[in-house]
Structures are given as C-alpha cells and as structure tokens.
C-alpha cells in the first residue's frame, strides 16, 4: 500500500509498530504493549488509533463491544516514504551526502564500506534505464 495522504506522526508510529508486529489488536492490547515504553493513558491510545483510521494507515472492525485495529499501511511502504522524504529533505534528494554525512558523524566499520562497495558493484551491473 502506499503511505497515507497525511504523514505518520512519531507517536502514530508507536502504534503502528505494535499493529505490524501482531494485528488485529484491541485498544487494551495496544496499551499493553507499549507498557513499559510509554505510559499513555487509553484515551491517548484511541486518539492515536482515530487519527490513523482517518489516515487510511489502520482498519477498525467490531468485535461485540470493542474493536478491533489491523495495520493498512504497511512498515515498508511507510519507511520506504519515511527514508525518501528524510533524504530529500536533509540531503536534496541526493544519496552520497547522506552516506559521507554519517560516516563522518558515527564512522564507518569495514563491515559498512564492503557492504557499500558491494552496493555499488551491483548498481552499476544494473541495465540502464
């Protein structure tokens, strides 16, 4: 699926998360999975739950009196849109100052530069569009 109209806050994506591990979910199981990483009361929960069911990113089906919530959005689809709009944002669209950029604030291991050079090799095997 592609990613929602409007963009997936970082508090939705606490949500999500638990919703892409295991769907569906209620709003009690929601809020007991993220005990320990958030203390949000159920009220913050449905909140979070309604702004995604307007965003397309979750379905809600009934269950007796409860409902029941199940991810649309996809975790690929959203961090595919999530790492494209980072680097167009931060970067111009442009990849090589995404790489230098943390390279020269985390470094990088020999593991990452062979994985890097490997990267490469296969895109410029790539046929040409």
């Known amino acids: 699926m592609t990613p929602p109209v409007s963009p997936v806050s970082d508090a939705e994506a606490q949500v999500m998360e638990v919703l892409w591990q295991s769907s569906p979910r209620s709003t009690d199981e929601i809020a007991a999975s993220l005990q320990g990483q958030r203390e949000w009361q159920i009220a913050t929960i449905k909140t979070l739950l309604n702004r995604l069911l307007k965003k397309g990113a979750v379905a809600a089906e009934k269950d007796g009196r409860r409902y029941l919530y199940s991810a649309v959005l996809s975790r690929e689809a959203w961090l595919s849109h999530q790492s494209l709009g980072l680097v167009d944002r931060l970067f111009n669209g442009r990849l090589a100052p995404l790489v230098a950029h943390f390279g020269a604030e985390r470094g990088l291991s020999q593991a990452d530069?062979?994985?890097?050079?490997?990267?490469?090799?296969?895109?410029?095997?790539?046929?040409?569009?």
């Open 113 to 129: 530069v062979d994985a890097l050079k490997a990267l490469v090799r296969t895109y410029e095997k790539a046929p040409k569009p």
